[in-house]
């Protein structure tokens, strides 16, 4: 399932994150925040349990969240979107997927991978600002799986049709969440209109 978090203040940072004369800071910056205001959607469906507390005045009925959560970036740009989740969920553990795309043949190259103990019943979070051609989420998704991981939101803020489909045919269990759904992929595998490469605007390495 896709679902398309629109909201005025996600499109308003998300218009700043397209300029081209925008900053690393500001970029960086900007990617954090949007990912946290997604984070409010996401976590919208985690299940939560009864218990009993004590208030200062007398005891109540009331809830916590139910399952643990695991936020997993995919390196490099994912981790520009794991603080400001991590701060909303500060018992979600996080691992880290090391990926780059191959620039001849779009095809991901994996090159770190470092998971906590994958339990049942957790919730994953995969995130990575881009999903151009689906490449580096599906094999993310595909190793968190062999992993033990069942329950996997990929959590993206650019997205093209292209991606979309790929993820949605090879891991059709799994939700999608995009700020934004663009038009299509350039010949070099580039979303269009987007963002640019993520990866270097975040850290200044272009
Ligand atoms: C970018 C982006 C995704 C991937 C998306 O990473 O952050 O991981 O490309 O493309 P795909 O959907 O076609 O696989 P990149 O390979 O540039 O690595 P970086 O984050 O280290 O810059
Ligand atoms: N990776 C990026 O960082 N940007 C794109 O447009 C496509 C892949």
Known sequence: MLYLLEHPLITH???LLRKKETCTKDFRKTL???AGLMAYEISRDLPLRTIEI???LQ????????????????????LGMTDS????IPTAKVGHLGMFRDHETLEPR?????LP???NDAVIMLLDPMLATGG???KAISYIKKEGGKQIKLVCIVGAPEGVEKVETDHPDVDIYLAALDERLNEKGYILPGLGDAGDRLYGTR
């Open 13 to 15: 940072k998300l218009t």
């Open 85 to 88: 989740i991590n701060n909303l």
């Open 32 to 34: 954090s925040e949007i």
């Open 54 to 56: 004590e208030t200062p």
């Open 110 to 114: 994996s090159y770190y991978a470092k």
């Open 117 to 119: 103990p994958l339990l």
């Open 59 to 78: 005891s109540c009925t009331t809830s916590e969240l139910a399952r643990e959560v695991i936020i997993v970036p995919i390196l490099r740009a994912g």
């Open 136 to 138: 580096s989420a599906s």
